[in-house]
């Protein structure tokens, strides 16, 4: 009888044994290794909710043609739906800059102009409008042509449309 309590309390003992020193460590490295990455991911919500950028959409323009002046009239339209002021600071018809009102060429019926004579800032959230003036000789181009008008900003992005004239 005096054998088997010890057996039992041998046993006892045995399931109270706790866990060995090198599975303990593995298990405080995970836990740490965990939280971090929690931490991480919680930081990087954080400041990006609070990092400014700038992106300026598109929504829109609209070509008339101006019998007046011999001339199309595009107003394209813009929306700045980033989270800092966009400073637009240049625009290019078909990769040849508009020096708005001051292009100077040897043939003036190659002219164009635009409404940005330096540059036009546009408020987080605001909406623009650029209005872009092309000759009807500029580049040959003719009604029906698509030409391709950039907007460069100060920030360094550009921002494209793709116009068919008529």
Known sequence: MYAYIRRQKARAKRSQR??????????????AITISVAVAYWMGG?????????????????????????EWNVEIRLKNTGTTTATLIGVFINNI???GYTYTDPC???????????????????TEIVMVYIDEGWESVTSGTTVNIRIHSA????Y?????LI
């Not at 598109?58 to 019998?67: L, N, P, T, Y």
Request: net charge negative.
């Open 108 to 126: 003036p019926a190659n002219a164009s102009e635009t409404d940005m004579t330096t540059s036009k800032t546009i408020e987080s959230g605001a």
């Open 18 to 31: 706790a866990v060995s020193p090198v599975i303990a460590t593995v298990i405080l490295i995970a836990i």
């Open 97 to 99: 800059e508009v020096n």
């Open 160 to 164: 494209i449309k793709l116009i068919t």
């Open 46 to 70: 954080v400041s990006g909710s609070f990092t400014l950028f700038e992106k300026v959409e598109v929504q829109g323009s609209v070509c008339r043609w101006d019998d007046v002046k011999s």
């Open 155 to 158: 920030g360094g992005m550009d």
